[in-house]
């Protein structure tokens, strides 16, 4: 194999690993979107519970204080019947009927109380749903990591040995500095020629760089560096 088309070979294998390997690390991070959503939905359904509750109890407070309420005024109509001076009637009625309407306001905030308790309640069934949902999301976007991560991890343990194979068309005295390339920019390690230009940094080769390109010899862009070779025709 000619030494451009050995290395555009390199240069494939190194793209298809690195798509390989972006895909395997892609799914892990998909599922924590999903269980940050879930985690978020869990949170809101929580919140209805607790509000929920803690309306119920202001309405039960409420309940309870008209009762004790109630009881006052019936025992201040006891008293009324039992007045023996006009005076003392007078403040009775009085009383009782600041009373009655300190009752009237009270049963009023029950009633409000206890709508906004059926509100919460239908506010935690939808919360629920949504916990569901988020659920069965993060059970579906697992599933379909761990499906596909096994064809992804195979295919990764056979790109690796076929880029080390690949990697033979290099001669020995450039090994290392390839290397440095590899660990630099990764696949991106080489770079294709086209119309004399490093498709890279776009900078044109010397006329000498050409030559050299042309008769087989490795050549390293001068100025970005990589690992040049032409496309096949
Ligand atoms: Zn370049």
Known sequence: MAVSNGLQFLHELHLKLKAVEEELETGPRLIKARENVLAK???EFDQ???KHTDQRKLADQKSLQLKTNEAKLADLNTKLNMASTNREFDILKG???ADKMANSVLEDEILDCMEQVDKLKNKITEAEKLVADAKDDVRKITEQVASARSGLKERS???HPAVAEAETVIPTDYIATYRRLVQA???EALSVVENNVCTSCNVSLS???GVELRSGKLIF???CGRLMYSAAK
Do not use: N
């Open 41 to 43: 939905r869990q949170a």
């Open 48 to 50: 209805a519970k607790a």
């Open 95 to 97: 009383q009782i009927a």
């Open 157 to 159: 343990e056979k790109l």
């Open 185 to 187: 920019h990764g696949a």
């Open 207 to 209: 006329p000498q760089q």
């Open 221 to 223: 862009c001068i100025s």
